[in-house]
């Protein structure tokens, strides 16, 4: 596809003493699309995700197969180099500097981009409507918020580097649904108003039904069925997810 931003082909990952993680995957995420890949427990989905932001530890992790952003080639290279050509990576775990101040993760997001001083105050009035609770937390250490308040400020802080895609793991991991609601609201915001491409994985198929523009099964390492348009929510809706 060739307006697609992230084109991922025929990526295998085999882990040192285990099987193949990851089995020659394959897809596409054009701009504006949020794909979801859905499986269980070991599926393979973190290693997808990080097989695409350049985070796979170890020298003796096997990866092979082609990574494309916006056309560029990015298997083998750092997650500095991937990050720099445009990928935002939000993972499950250490989402955020939590040494730093929440002005201070935010900064550093910004400073990835070079914007004029004017443009960097609309952005910071912006963020700060779209994020209230960072507002008033401001001076706080960001290993301090609740887990729905970091997932929000890697949000914030992708919004404010201009990636061309994100690829977000678990969001919803340890979030009452409540929160998950506002979690995936304000992704779903910040994918629409930058147009980027998203690579969402995620165990539970019920919250993400809303976002999925494209929906991606996974089941030992492979990635076995993909849907698109109308069928998105008739899978969900096969697979006990209410009606919307
Ligand atoms: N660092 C590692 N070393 C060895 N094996 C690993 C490593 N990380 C993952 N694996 C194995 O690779 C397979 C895929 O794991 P992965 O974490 O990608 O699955 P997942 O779909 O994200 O699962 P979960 O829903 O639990 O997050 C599993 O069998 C797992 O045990
Ligand atoms: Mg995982």
Known sequence: MSDAVLEVRDVSVSYPGG???????????????????VGPNGAG???????VAGYLPGERVRVSGSVKVRGAELAGKDPANIARAGVCFIPERQKVFATLT?????????RQTARD??????????????FPI????????????????QQMLALA??????????VIDEPSL??????????????????????VAVLLADQNIINTRELATRLYEMRAGELIQSQTGAAVGDYFAGHGAPAR
Request: glycine content about 8%; hydrophobic content about 50%.
């Open 134 to 149: 960072l507002r008033e937390r401001r001076t706080q250490p960001a290993g301090l918020l609740s887990g729905g308040e």
């Open 102 to 110: 929440v002005a201070e993760n935010l900064e550093l997001a910004r």
């Open 45 to 51: 989905k973190t290693t997808l995700c990080r097989a």
């Open 117 to 130: 001083p004017r443009s960097a105050a609309v952005d910071d009035e912006h963020v700060s409507r779209m």
């Open 19 to 37: 099987g193949v993680a990851l089995d020659r995957a394959s897809l596409s995420v054009a701009a504006g699309e949020i794909a979801v890949v």
């Open 174 to 195: 340890g979030l009452a649904p409540v929160v998950i609601q506002t979690v995936l609201g304000a992704l779903r915001q910040v994918a629409a108003e930058l147009n």
């Open 157 to 166: 802080r992708a919004f404010l580097s201009r990636p061309a895609l994100i």
